[in-house]
């Protein structure tokens, strides 16, 4: 295999990171939200829409790291071609 062939093509692991951070940080804020309600039932606060952004955020970027590395590993799977 020369090289070239063996070069990934597409984009990079951690463009597709950036791309995707908006989605999977939104993601996350609306999860964190929904968990604090559910977490109201036995006595806890609700978290309020601030905390549950600033909390998406911070949660949302190893989540959307983590997918990203999913999506480029499956790029390069599609990308091989079968060894005749």
Do not use: K
């Not at 829409?49 to 790029?75: D, K, N, V």
Request: hydrophobic letters at 50%; proline letters at 5%.
């Amino acid at each position: 295999m020369t090289q070239a062939a063996s070069a990934r093509a597409g984009w990079s692991t951690g463009q597709i990171a950036l791309v995707l951070y908006p989605f999977g940080a939104g993601a996350a804020a609306v999860n964190v939200f929904f968990a604090s309600l559910i977490f109201s039932w036995v006595g806890g606060p609700v978290a309020s829409t601030a905390w549950s952004i600033a909390l998406g955020c911070l949660i949302g970027a190893p989540a959307t790291w983590y997918f990203s590395r999913h999506i480029r590993h499956l790029m390069d799977v599609a990308d091989r071609t079968p060894e005749t």
